[in-house]
């Protein structure tokens, strides 16, 4: 017999064993509904009969006797409550000495809703075992109080599980003492497809606080839905009420296309107050969308998570693969999260390559008009090509209000960084809104592009220090932006001492350090040539036979050091540098506003742009100083 036919022969083999084994084991059908009457915990007296009692005809139906009946029948059953109020009218609690049994068919169990704000059926465990255990396809879980178990619900390897209008940790009293919320996650799904946690209505938010480690675990599980909940937070959302740990952390190789957030208002989480991060991302492909990450239900105060409000992480030193390709914010309408509040940055990228971030608001309040700082609005620690605002419209982020530095790329491992179309020390409307320390500070990364066309300059202003500072970092350019009324420098190329203020050209531009210490232009004549246009001479000193850009820009006045910024981007001109090191240059600029003086910048042809030459005024044929050298 040949094997394609051996191999048909045993495949049909094999489905009529199933089927013959399946014909007597299958299970009656049901679809029924369940209603628990009672808070103990006795067993049904005969699973499978459909009749849910402890004892043959007592008609006492507990939530544990439930579940052991409807694991017994096939078919999608419910459980519903109806115990009479031996507890205060609106809670009925459960206390659970041991596990329930595991959810093995499809079940929805139905917390009624008794006047109260949330669920008024309560679990109480002795935080040794799981409280809902859930073990089958397209089960359902609402409006339940869920608390004091080692997790509150659990589920592995299963999809179309939808968690909706509970409150899952540390809420009410047992006694006279506070309830403890679960030892470990409020809700933890491993290997779980297309599960939905809270939803569009107010009956549908989930409370997840008061647990002992993350408010919601997602490990290798994929295309999860987490929208309009409160993570961290009183069932209000104007206090903390914290998880442990991160409030949503996502892991595990498998655990992609899940959604946090939305882009509706409905669909916004509240993530906030939690001991460690918002949200952990340790895993590809996931979206974060209109969400409120380290602030109260109003958008208007600082409720802190104790760490970064996103965190996006693999571990450096392991054998973990950089997290690529996940999107924080998006250009939709409603998708931009407001990160604000943070005890350290909005959002921290360590280990982590191409990931996008999207016109979000960090550092303000929802409005954008007043400061709620975190610490350091965005921190990139290690990884490349990630992108802060993108080469899309509406895609710029406000970064602004924070104690330190807007955005922080901070180590030689952070490589190609782009940082394009936001807005850093203002809003959108341009009100002043700094952040505390510099608007970009480079230290040691290497080819970052801020900037970088016409369409896609950032506004850098008004804040506290430099609006970017590079330390030791080479093949930085910075182009096309609007750099102006910042506290120190438009763009400082700091010495290897840390040494702050203008670096002077030196001869022939034979230096290294910061962006090779890239000589800035002389402007030799700035003039009006006819109306409405300036005419630009120039001159560089640089290394010999190169090519180089020359970006000018118009400041409506001088900065207090002489040099620079650059307030209105007017175009660039190339030039390239003889065998004596000199390259000449001269541009006519249309200009259509009054401004007090023109300044340069020179971007070799590696990329690397120099500091902001001094800022000319504009006259008639005015012939400036020679070349300043150290």
Same mark, same amino acid.
């Given at each position: 017999?040949?094997?394609?036919?051996?191999?048909?022969?045993?495949?049909?083999?094999?489905?009529?064993?199933?089927?013959?084994?399946?014909?007597?084991?299958?299970?009656?059908?049901?679809?029924?509904?369940?209603?628990?009457?009672?808070?103990?915990?006795?067993?049904?007296?005969?699973?499978?009969?459909?009749?849910?009692?402890?004892?043959?005809?007592?008609?006492?139906?507990?939530?544990?006797?439930?579940?052991?009946?409807?694991?017994?029948?096939?078919?999608?059953?419910?459980?519903?409550?109806?115990?009479?109020?031996?507890?205060?009218?609106?809670?009925? #609690?459960?206390?659970?000495?041991?596990?329930?049994?595991?959810?093995?068919?499809?079940?929805?169990?139905?917390?009624?809703?008794?006047?109260?704000?949330?669920?008024?059926?309560?679990?109480?465990?002795?935080?040794?075992?799981?409280?809902?255990?859930?073990?089958?396809?397209?089960?359902?879980? =609402?409006?339940?109080?869920?608390?004091?178990?080692?997790?509150?619900?659990?589920? +592995?390897?299963?999809?179309?599980?939808?968690?909706?209008?509970?409150?899952?940790?540390?809420?009410?009293?047992?006694?006279?003492?506070?309830?403890?919320?679960?030892?470990?996650?409020?809700?933890?799904?491993?290997?779980?497809?297309?599960?939905?946690?809270?939803?569009?209505? #107010?009956?549908?938010?989930?409370?997840?606080?008061?647990?002992?480690?993350?408010?919601?675990?997602?490990?290798?599980?994929?295309?999860?839905?987490? =929208?309009?909940?409160?993570?961290?937070?009183?069932?209000?959302?104007?206090?903390?009420?914290?998880?442990?740990?991160?409030?949503?952390?996502?892991?595990?190789?498998?655990?992609?296309?899940?959604?946090?957030?939305?882009?509706?208002?409905?669909?916004?989480?509240?993530?906030?107050?939690?001991?460690?991060?918002?949200?952990?991302?340790?895993?590809?492909?996931?979206?974060?969308?209109?969400?409120?990450?380290?602030?109260?239900?109003? &958008?208007?105060?600082?409720?802190?998570?104790?760490?970064?409000?996103?965190?996006?992480?693999?571990?450096?030193?392991?054998?973990?693969?950089?997290?690529?390709?996940?999107? #924080?914010?998006?250009?939709?309408?409603?998708?931009?999260?407001?990160?604000?509040?943070?005890?350290?940055?909005?959002?921290?990228?360590?280990?982590?390559?191409?990931?996008?971030?999207?016109?979000?608001?960090?550092?303000?309040?929802?409005?954008?008009?007043?400061?709620?700082?975190?610490?350091?609005?965005?921190?990139?620690?290690?990884?490349?090509?990630?992108?802060?605002?993108?080469?899309?419209?509406?895609?710029?982020?406000?970064?602004?209000?924070?104690?330190?530095?807007?955005?922080?790329?901070?180590?030689?491992?952070?490589?190609?960084? +782009?940082?394009?179309?936001?807005?850093?020390?203002?809003?959108?409307?341009?009100?002043?809104?700094?952040?505390?320390?510099?608007?970009?500070?480079?230290?040691?990364?290497?080819?970052?592009?801020?900037?970088?066309?016409? $369409?896609?300059?950032?506004?850098?202003?008004?804040? &506290?220090?430099?609006?970017?500072?590079?330390?030791?970092?080479?093949?930085?350019?910075?182009?096309?932006?609007?750099?102006?009324?910042?506290?120190?420098?438009? #763009?400082?190329?700091? &010495?290897?001492?840390?040494?702050?203020?203008?670096?002077?050209?030196?001869?022939?531009?034979?230096?290294?350090?910061?962006?090779?210490?890239?000589?800035?232009?002389?402007?030799?004549?700035?003039?009006?040539?006819?109306?409405?246009?300036?005419?630009?001479?120039?001159?560089?000193?640089?290394?010999? $036979?190169?090519?180089?850009?020359?970006?000018?820009?118009?400041?409506?006045?001088?900065?207090?050091?002489?040099?620079?910024?650059?307030?209105?981007?007017?175009?660039? +001109?190339?030039?390239?540098?003889?065998?004596?090191?000199?390259?000449?240059?001269?541009?006519?600029?249309?200009?259509?506003?009054?401004?007090?003086?023109?300044?340069?910048?020179?971007?070799?042809?590696?990329?690397?742009?120099?500091?902001?030459?001094?800022?000319?005024?504009?006259?008639?044929?005015?012939?400036?100083?020679?070349?300043?050298?150290?």
């Amino acid at each position: 017999m040949s094997f394609r036919y051996t191999k048909t022969f045993l495949t049909s083999l094999l489905i009529l064993t199933t089927l013959f084994f399946s014909a007597i084991m299958v299970k009656p059908v049901s679809g029924a509904t369940f209603t628990v009457n009672s808070a103990e915990n006795s067993t049904d007296a005969s699973p499978g009969n459909g009749i849910c009692e402890t004892e043959t005809g007592n008609g006492i139906c507990t939530l544990r006797a439930a579940i052991q009946e409807t694991n017994a029948l096939a078919g999608a059953d419910t459980i519903t409550f109806n115990i009479e109020p031996d507890n205060p009218l609106t809670f009925r #609690i459960i206390e659970v000495p041991y596990a329930l049994p595991l959810i093995q068919d499809q079940l929805t169990i139905q917390g009624p809703n008794l006047g109260g704000t949330g669920a008024s059926i309560i679990l109480d465990g002795d935080g040794t075992f799981t409280g809902l255990d859930v073990g089958a396809d397209s089960c359902v879980i =609402r409006k339940l109080t869920i608390r004091n178990f080692y997790r509150g619900i659990y589920s +592995k390897d299963t999809s179309g599980l939808l968690i909706v209008g509970n409150r899952i940790g540390k809420f009410g009293y047992s006694g006279i003492q506070p309830a403890e919320g679960n030892f470990l996650e409020g809700v933890s799904l491993d290997g779980v497809i297309g599960a939905v946690i809270g939803g569009d209505t #107010i009956a549908d938010r989930n409370i997840i606080s008061g647990n002992g480690a993350n408010g919601i675990l997602l490990f290798n599980s994929a295309s999860v839905l987490i =929208r309009g909940n409160y993570i961290g937070t009183n069932e209000d959302g104007t206090t903390a009420l914290p998880n442990g740990y991160d409030g949503i952390r996502i892991a595990g190789s498998e655990s992609t296309g899940n959604t946090i957030g939305g882009s509706i208002t409905a669909r916004r989480n509240i993530i906030s107050g939690n001991t460690g991060n918002g949200i952990l991302l340790g895993a590809d492909d996931n979206d974060v969308f209109g969400n409120y990450i380290g602030l109260n239900i109003s &958008g208007t105060s600082a409720l802190p998570n104790g760490r970064d409000g996103i965190y996006i992480y693999a571990d450096p030193d392991g054998e973990q693969a950089p997290i690529v390709g996940n999107e #924080i914010g998006g250009t939709l309408a409603g998708q931009g999260n407001i990160i604000s509040g943070n005890t350290s940055a909005g959002i921290r990228l360590v280990n982590a390559n191409e990931n996008y971030i999207k016109n979000n608001i960090i550092g303000l309040n929802a409005s954008g008009t007043a400061a709620v700082p975190n610490e350091r609005g965005i921190v990139v620690a290690r990884g490349s090509a990630n992108e802060i605002g993108t080469y899309d419209t509406g895609s710029g982020n406000i970064i602004s209000g924070n104690q330190s530095d807007g955005i922080y790329l901070v180590n030689p491992t952070v490589i190609g960084t +782009k940082i394009r179309r936001n807005f850093i020390g203002t809003n959108f409307s341009g009100s002043s809104l700094p952040n505390g320390g510099e608007g970009v500070a480079i230290e040691y990364a290497t080819e970052t592009i801020i900037g970088g066309g016409t $369409d896609f300059g950032n506004i850098i202003a008004n804040n &506290g220090s430099d609006g970017v500072e590079i330390y030791w970092g080479n093949l930085n350019t910075v182009s096309y932006n609007r750099i102006y009324n910042n506290g120190a420098l438009g #763009i400082d190329l700091l &010495g290897s001492a840390w040494e702050r203020g203008v670096t002077l050209n030196d001869v022939n531009d034979e230096d290294g350090g910061s962006n090779n210490q890239q000589n800035f232009p002389i402007l030799l004549r700035v003039y009006d040539s006819s109306p409405g246009q300036v005419t630009i001479e120039g001159l560089l000193n640089s290394a010999k $036979d190169r090519n180089f850009v020359i970006h000018l820009y118009a400041n409506s006045s001088k900065d207090p050091s002489g040099y620079g910024e650059g307030e209105v981007y007017l175009g660039s +001109k190339g030039v390239t540098t003889n065998s004596e090191y000199i390259g000449n240059f001269m541009e006519t600029f249309s200009v259509s506003t009054p401004f007090e003086c023109i300044t340069a910048t020179a971007t070799d042809s590696a990329g690397n742009t120099s500091e902001f030459s001094p800022c000319v005024a504009v006259m008639n044929y005015q012939l400036f100083l020679p070349m300043m050298v150290k």
